[in-house]
């Protein structure tokens, strides 16, 4: 049976039949008594079989982890199919260890990928070009914003921002930057 009518939205209130309490209105209008009476008979019947008994007991599913780069390296066999995101993910993992890309690549090759580091190269600066496109369009939209913002404050019409007092101690901190 289409548990359907778990997908109610409650804005009247409960009506409760034989001590279950389902929505009064859905999105769908009121529930038919026909087809309410299906689903308490439907739940009954479950109740009854034992179907619900061990419904909440048990262990939690376990969730689902992100691979690490040794088990990702381990994943790299021979006569697996390579595809973009494969590229990207060695190109993720060479962001904090550098040596993992030359060696991803290089085992690549290894496992008959000749070309493997003209796809890495070719996917990279792919994704790069696309990243850097976006970053230009964040900025101007920021730079647009900002300027609009500016503008609002030197005629009035926005609140003047405050202004903080740089402290002696800022001041050390941010000598020390520099």
Known sequence: MDLWFLKFY?????????????PACSWFGP??????????????KAEHSGELAGLFKGACRESRKMRDKGKFFDSLVSGMKL???????????GISAPDFVNEAL????????????????????EWEEEHGRMMKEAAAWYRKNSTQ??????????????????????????????
Do not use: H, N
């Not at 409650?10 to 389902?22: A, M, N, Q, Y």
């Open 10 to 22: 409650d804005r009247t209130g409960l009506v409760e039949r034989d001590g279950t309490s389902l």
């Open 31 to 44: 529930v038919p008594d026909q087809v309410a009476k299906e689903c308490f008979e439907a739940m009954e």
């Open 83 to 93: 595809y973009k995101s494969t590229f990207l993910k060695i190109y993720g993992y």
């Open 106 to 125: 290089a085992k690549l090759k290894g496992l008959g990928c000749s070309k493997a580091e003209e796809y890495y190269k070719g996917i990279v600066s």
């Open 149 to 178: 913002e500016f503008a609002k404050g030197q005629k009035g019409g926005g609140e003047p921002r405050e202004q903080k007092e740089i402290t002696k101690r800022d001041r050390t901190w941010m000598q020390g930057l520099y």
